[in-house]
């Protein structure tokens, strides 16, 4: 029989996503928690051909957080780029650990930079966000679709890509970081709203465990989460929408928001900046959000904002 003491961690069961749960696991244990892994089989671990905006925005998350309702797991583990923007009533996400960085990694052939790739290279990335912003900077570019864990999406390289796009913190968190030809600049594609965090979810009621995860949480590392998810739930937009959001945080704990937004065709793009306390992280990321739209942002981003909420 497990210990009634222990910490369920429900995860999919992709490397990825086994290797962030598993350091939460190993964080709690460092605590005194005895913490286990519980793995939980989803839709898209199932389908890995289909792109995340056809399968649909969440996903990764329903099986999960139905696991975690049941009771076959006290806690989930998220990559919080990937949840939707709207919360669950019965669950609260109790701690965010230190972030790690959020940028973007480019893998190709012959670790070429970006800017060095042959005209015409092929281009691997499904995401709008990624693909509006290399066609700004690459008009040339022939762009591919592109899905599966890390491994299927690098060996896509050796086959018939030139380069591809992912997440650098995927590549840190689990030791492939020395794939990379280069970690692009977030003034050449700004990552995803949260990208490189982790949201520890919960139930609402058991207030012991959530007790537990804040003494994993990372206060400025959940500002910065909350501030860039902001701009996303202001403009009601999901997490495959042409929106991308980067933030720092001063000594003195003031945060620095940078959102945007994008024409998936490269033709366009809107960018704000704003400055504000942590404690005020939500409230600017709306400030943002309102700028932009008070710009155009509905126009700009276009059809691509409706398809990400269906």
Known sequence: MPNPETIRIGTRGSE??????????DALIALGQPAELVIVKTAGDHNRHDPVEKIGVGVFTQALRHALRENVCDIIVHSFKDLPTVPEHDMVVASVPQRVDPREVLISRGHTPLMDLPEGAKVGTSAPRRVSQLRAVRPDLEILP????????????????????????????TGRLDAAAESLGVDVLMPAPAQGALALECRSVDQHIVEILQRLDDRASHAQAIAERAVLNELEAGCTAPVAAHSSVTDEGELTLRAGVFAVDGSRQLIETVTGPLDRADALGRQAARALLERGALEVMGDTLRESQN
């Open 16 to 25: 990825l996503a086994t290797t962030q749960a598993g350091h939460v696991r």
């Open 146 to 173: 592109l899905r599966g864990n890390i491994e299927t999406r690098m060996g896509r390289i050796a086959e018939d890509l030139d380069a591809v796009v992912l997440a650098r913190a995927g590549l840190e968190r």
